[in-house]
């Protein structure tokens, strides 16, 4: 279980946290990602994805898997997909109760 | 077009810790033609070098906090990781900012969102906290000395600076102002990312502040104060002002005074040393608050009509302030100062006794401070106090009449009584 104290995860936090989901990826490929999946909606600056990624190594809800040259790889640690999923719950929660209030 | 070799040193609008400021002038600098050369690292004095480049309009730059804190392996994996992404590093701002430029006008800004910077920004919040901490440890040791005088015993700091005035009043000023530039620098830095990160923190950018040259403006005032402080200097050595002129004897002794001769018991006979080793020199000092400062010593062995032969000791210091509330001033100091050294005296004691004295009572078991009320004068504060090898109690008048201020300290078989009542009859005529 997580321990609450990262929720409400930012925008950029919530999609970095994602493109580990499925597979281990680098800087460069997390940024593809990000803006693949969001078709350029979240913008993601490498200052802000390498805070990011240094934050959650800190944090153990990823972990760096290779080194190769300047290159580093990364996936998610088990905390980290804890937490993403406490994430998407609460977003979940947040979603319902604003379409209850449309209809 | 080609790059125009000159460089052209243009200075620093905003504070260094200014992290919109900063970015938005070095990119304002670009489209006005000019590309960052270098940033100045410990010769910074406020200003720094850009070359004109037909080039420069097409870039971009961004800083990257950095803090104290981070290595430089770290600053240069980050460095390679940004390059990646089109950002190639340029220089670095002090300890705060790394600086990024990118010719990519597709290139993600390094932050796009404000609350990865605010994170970005933490090591330099502990930078600027371990920064100041570090400027205060240093004005506590500089004045380490002062410090405890300052608060235990304020009145005999106040006198110091009234009777060495011209030497410790400008001194201190300046002292003052460079810790006050240096100090105020570290919190401004720490106040500064603070406020910063404060903006990042509720989700918003931080906004241009206004550009006052303030790098430059204490890089000027620390110049013109250590300038000062170095002239100041040379003329203390130059002009004479260290130096205390040593009198002769008794006859350079203008000021209302006493003899040790005058107050002896009658049918005494006195042998004075001859050894002034025994004896403090008599003194003249001066400075611009306290025109006249004397003191003198008088001493010797006295023999008195029954044989017995004592130690005899009549130190006097006399003070003449410009004013009546210098003087008074002073006579706080001294009273002050005199129980300080009996106070210190009596601390050393206890800590020997038991090693070095553990067959003597305490001397200090006598001592006693009292307030007199004496005609003629308007203040008066008396000291006795006798050690376990003396005969005689040790007596010290210190006194306020107007503008003047003495200290009468009479041991052996010098008459106290006397000594005093023969210096206000002269103060009263002087």
Same mark, same amino acid.
């Not at chain 2, 609008?13 to 810790?17: D, E, G, I, R, T």
């Not at chain 2, 080039?55 to 097409?58: M, S």
């Given at each position: 279980m997580g321990d609450g104290k990262h929720s409400p995860l930012t925008e950029p936090m919530l999609y970095v946290l994602m493109a580990f989901l499925r597979q281990e990826r680098c800087g460069t490929e997390i940024t593809q990602f990000v803006s693949d999946k969001t078709g350029g909606r979240v913008r993601l600056g490498p200052g802000t994805l390498y805070t990011l990624l240094g934050k959650f190594q800190e944090e153990k809800l990823i972990e760096e898997t290779q080194v190769d040259g300047r290159k580093r790889t990364y996936r998610l640690t088990h905390l980290g997909r804890t937490v993403y999923e406490e994430e998407v719950e609460r977003l979940r929660s947040c979603l319902r109760d604003a379409e209850e209030e449309l209809l | 077009m080609k790059r125009d070799d000159a460089l052209t040193k243009k200075y620093v609008?905003? *504070? %260094?810790?200014d992290f919109a400021g900063l970015q938005a002038w070095l990119n304002q600098q670009a489209q006005a033609g000019y590309a960052l050369e270098r940033w100045p690292g410990r @010769? +910074?004095?406020g200003r720094v070098s850009f070359r004109r480049d037909p080039? *420069?309009? $097409?870039t971009r730059y961004c800083l990257d906090p950095i803090g104290e804190l981070i290595g430089e392996t770290e600053l240069r994996d980050r460095a390679a990781s940004y390059r990646e992404f089109g950002w190639h590093y340029v220089d670095?701002?002090?300890?705060l900012y790394a600086i990024y430029r990118t010719d990519d006008p597709a290139a993600q800004n %390094?932050?796009?969102?404000p609350e990865s910077l605010d994170w970005a920004m933490k090591k330099q919040m502990r930078f600027a906290w371990v920064s100041v901490i570090v400027w205060i440890l240093w004005v506590a040791v500089i004045f380490r000395k002062d410090w405890p005088l300052l608060l235990r015993w304020p009145e005999e700091y106040l006198m110091n600076l009234i009777l060495r005035a011209e030497i410790l009043i400008p001194l201190y000023g300046i002292l003052l102002i460079l810790v006050i530039t240096a100090v105020s620098g570290g919190i401004g830095t720490l106040l500064g990312v603070r406020q910063t990160k404060a903006y990042l923190r509720q989700g918003q950018w931080p906004p241009v502040s206004s550009r006052h040259y303030p790098e430059f403006c204490r890089f000027l005032l620390t110049a013109i104060t250590a300038g000062a402080l170095v002239l100041f200097l040379v003329f203390l050595g130059v002009s004479g002002v260290l130096h205390t002129r040593v009198l002769s004897?008794?006859?350079?002794? *203008? +000021?209302p005074h006493v003899t040790l001769e005058e107050v002896l018991p009658a049918g005494a006979s006195l042998r004075a040393y001859d050894n002034r080793e025994l004896l403090h020199s008599d003194t003249f000092d001066h400075s611009l608050l306290a025109p006249e400062q004397y003191d003198v010593a008088q001493g010797g062995k006295v023999t008195r009509e029954d044989g017995t032969v004592t130690k005899t000791r009549l130190y006097q210091e006399h003070v003449r302030t410009l004013s009546p509330a210098l003087a008074q001033a002073v006579y706080r100091g001294r009273v002050t100062a005199h129980r300080h050294t009996l106070e210190e005296y009596r601390i050393n004691w206890e800590e020997n006794t038991s090693t070095l $004295? @553990?067959?003597?009572?305490? *001397? +200090?078991?006598s001592m006693a401070e009292e307030s007199v009320s004496y005609p003629g004068l308007d203040g008066l504060t008396r000291f006795t106090y006798q050690f376990s090898d003396e005969r005689h109690p040790n007596v010290v008048y210190i006194g306020l009449a107007g503008e003047r201020v003495f200290v009468l300290n009479c041991s052996g078989a010098a008459d106290s009584q006397e000594a005093l009542s023969l210096l206000v009859q002269r103060l009263d005529q002087a």
């Open positions: - | 609008p905003c *504070a %260094l810790w @010769s +910074f004095i080039e *420069a309009p $097409h670095r701002i002090g300890k %390094l932050y796009t969102d004897g008794p006859e350079e002794w *203008a +000021f $004295h @553990s067959n003597l009572p305490n *001397a +200090f078991d």
